[in-house]
Antibody, heavy 117, light 109 residues
Framework: EMQLVESGGGLVQPGGSLRLSCAVSGFTFSSFWMTWVRQAPGKGLEWVASIKQDGSEKNYVDSVKGRFSISRDNAKNSLYLQMNSLRAEDTAVYYC??????????WGQGTTVTVSS | QSALTQPPSASGSPGQSVTISCTGTSSDVGGYNYVSWYQQRPGKAPKRMIYEVSERPPGVPDRFSGSKSGDTASLTVSGLQAEDEGDYFCFSYAGGRYVFGTGTYVTVL
């Protein structure tokens, strides 16, 4: 069974940084594109970023380009999201998910990021 | 990178059918057969219900079906049950990036 556990969320001031992690088990991590998705309080889902199996290709939603960086460590079965220059509008629950046939195959419970002074 | 358009709400009585639309453009929904649908119950993580427009993952009831015509994809839930209540989001590949729909809350009356 695919399992994903996100961590690293918390309260941070505007302009600050956080690094989210996603530990996975139950599937061959290195075989999948991986994705971060977020959901602001009471709002819909937003695709944030995706990374290819070997890390050679990364894509981002325009609103985070230049501020967020997605990475992975296949040896540790882990996905990361480095978030810099955080804004209030980045406040959300962040989920990681593997992409399989262009769909999000499984989800963790998410980690909450709150950007506030 | 605009979100795909979904109606905010839909409803039906137990046993009835409800269909949710998801309208995009030729750059996303219309350009690829890579639309998926997710159910999200309150306070829970989303769950994949449909992928590649009309494919059902193992364990998803055949009451759930998907289709696409042009720039609009649709999810139909037949034989509505109380457990089907919740938010539904579409998700489409858009050539190197992805985009979600605005979400539809389904109420079982």
């Amino acid at each position: 069974e695919m399992q994903l556990v996100e961590s690293g969320g918390g309260l941070v001031q505007p302009g600050g940084s956080l690094r989210l992690s996603c530990a996975v088990s139950g599937f061959t991590f290195s075989s999948f594109w991986m994705t971060w998705v977020r959901q602001a309080p009471g709002k819909g889902l937003e695709w944030v970023a995706s990374i290819k199996q070997d890390g050679s290709e990364k894509n981002y939603v325009d609103s985070v380009k230049g501020r967020f960086s997605i990475s992975r460590d296949n040896a540790k079965n882990s996905l990361y999201l480095q978030m810099n220059s955080l804004r209030a509008e980045d406040t959300a629950v962040y989920y990681c998910a593997p992409l399989w046939r262009y769909a999000l195959d499984a989800w963790g419970q998410g980690t909450t990021v709150t950007v506030s002074s | 990178q605009s979100a795909l358009t979904q109606p905010p709400s839909a409803s039906g009585s137990p046993g009835q059918s409800v269909t949710i639309s998801c309208t995009g453009t030729s750059s996303d929904v219309g350009g690829y057969n890579y639309v998926s649908w997710y159910q999200q119950r309150p306070g829970k993580a989303p769950k994949r219900m449909i992928y590649e427009v009309s494919e059902r993952p193992p364990g998803v009831p055949d009451r759930f079906s998907g289709s696409k015509s042009g720039d609009t994809a649709s999810l139909t839930v037949s034989g509505l049950q109380a457990e089907d209540e919740g938010d539904y989001f579409c998700f489409s590949y858009a050539g190197g990036r992805y985009v979600f729909g605005t979400g539809t809350y389904v109420t079982v009356l």
